[in-house]
């Protein structure tokens, strides 16, 4: 299993970025997948996931209605597209998954880290004036 997220940079506050998350040897259709941020200081924090299989998706509050998770199963990629960017989203993003049939990513989500078994590195993103 490996992950791989892309897409960070900088970017003015109200701007937006889409980060990508390759994904390999596992199955999209069948897998727990989330995303995290951890700005210096701070501890992780889930932002948002969903487990494909049953259609489960969640968003943390601090981001909810600013930011979408898709994927596309063809390039075995997902996304997070993040929208009215404020310097408090400043932060390394990581990308997670847990390959296999799982329960809904609303249980999953009040474990550690959503119950995340797997990591790729992450990506930096800053936003500032």
């Known amino acids: 299993v490996q992950l791989q997220a892309s897409g960070g940079g900088s970017v003015q506050p109200g701007g937006s970025l889409r980060l990508s998350c390759a994904a390999s040897?596992?199955?999209?259709?069948?897998?727990?997948i989330g995303w995290f941020r951890q700005a210096p200081g701070k501890v992780r924090e889930g932002l948002s996931c969903?487990?494909?299989?049953?259609?489960?998706?969640l968003y943390a509050d601090s981001v909810k209605g600013r930011f979408t998770i898709s994927n596309d199963n063809a390039k075995k990629t997902v996304y997070l597209q993040m929208n009215s960017l404020k310097p408090d989203d400043t932060a390394v993003y990581y990308c997670?998954?847990?390959?296999?049939?799982?329960?809904?990513?609303?249980?999953?989500?009040?474990?550690?880290?959503?119950?995340?078994?797997?990591w790729g590195k992450g990506t930096q993103v800053t936003v500032s004036s």
């Open positions: 040897g596992f199955a999209l259709d069948s897998a727990h």
């Open positions: 969903f487990t494909r299989n049953n259609g489960g998706t």
């Open positions: 997670a998954a847990t390959p296999g049939h799982t329960p809904p990513c609303s249980v999953l989500a009040r474990l550690h880290n959503y119950g995340m078994g797997y």
